[in-house]
């Protein structure tokens, strides 16, 4: 890219990572949180390596992705870049192997069958894979994630996995508009990760919040918050 086009993807990228960071710090405030336990994660997916190249420019160092091919492609672009890739999408069996050799987080496990493939399959040079539980908080058919009920029995068997290491939970509550019903959701996945710290387990992470509601998140203790739309722009379906 030319120097004058550079700048063209660099200066509203630098002006929206400053208004998302300004968010968590306002969030932090009113929670009487330091601002450096919360992570920003900048989901890119559908967004290209020029758009993350550029928000890496700005200052962004970690990336969610949630399709391998399109991840990996991105990541052979920006392989000059030293950059934190996290997989945040469903994870198919037949794609487990990518996953553990590409990434050093996944956030999305919910099945030991899956847990078990990234652990067996995990580069021995590599260090331990970094993974948080997804927990299908609010009950939607169409989101992936183990039930509450069975969330204990999965993080006890993966945390003797050799090749990872369980970090926390993550979930995606059903969107809306209610800063109250928001932080209920978030609410209840911090009631589970608790009970998972008392149960035994050295957990530090809970990956929960995204544009439309990192606030709630951070407010019910977020430790990552994924966000995308408010970072790169409006995306051709859904929400990120």
């Not at 994660?41 to 969610?64: C, E, I, N, Y």
């Not at 870049?81 to 037949?94: A, D, K």
């Not at 487990?96 to 030991?112: G, K, Q, Y």
């Not at 970090?167 to 928001?182: E, K, S």
């Amino acid at each position: 890219m030319s120097n004058g086009r550079d700048m063209r993807e660099l200066e509203p990228a630098v002006a929206r990572l400053q208004a998302v960071r300004a968010r968590i710090v306002r969030a932090c405030c009113e929670a009487g949180r330091d601002p450096g336990t919360v992570q920003l994660l900048a989901v890119s997916k559908t967004f290209g390596a020029a758009a993350v190249r550029a928000l890496a420019a700005a200052g962004q160092g970690a990336f969610g992705e949630n399709y391998v091919q399109e991840a990996l492609e991105k990541q052979a672009a920006l392989d000059d870049l030293p950059l934190v890739w996290h997989f945040i999408g469903p994870i198919q069996s037949n794609k487990t192997r990518p996953i553990t050799e590409n990434f050093a987080w996944v956030h999305s496990v919910d099945r030991l069958k899956v847990a078990e493939r990234l652990s067996a399959q995990r580069p021995r040079g590599l260090p331990p894979l970094e993974v948080c539980l997804e927990v299908k908080i609010s009950g939607e058919a169409s989101k992936g994630g183990v039930s509450p009920a069975e969330l204990p029995a999965l993080a006890d068997t993966v945390a003797g996995l050799p090749a990872l290491r369980l970090r926390g939970l993550m979930a995606i509550p059903a969107p809306t508009p209610d800063p109250t019903a928001q932080r209920a959701a978030f609410r209840r996945v911090r009631e589970l990760f608790d009970t998972l710290k008392a149960r035994g387990h050295d957990l530090d992470t809970l990956s929960m919040g995204m544009s439309a509601d990192l606030e709630a998140a951070i407010l019910e203790g977020a430790t990552i918050v994924r966000v995308g739309t408010a970072l790169f722009g409006e995306r051709n379906y859904g929400n990120e």
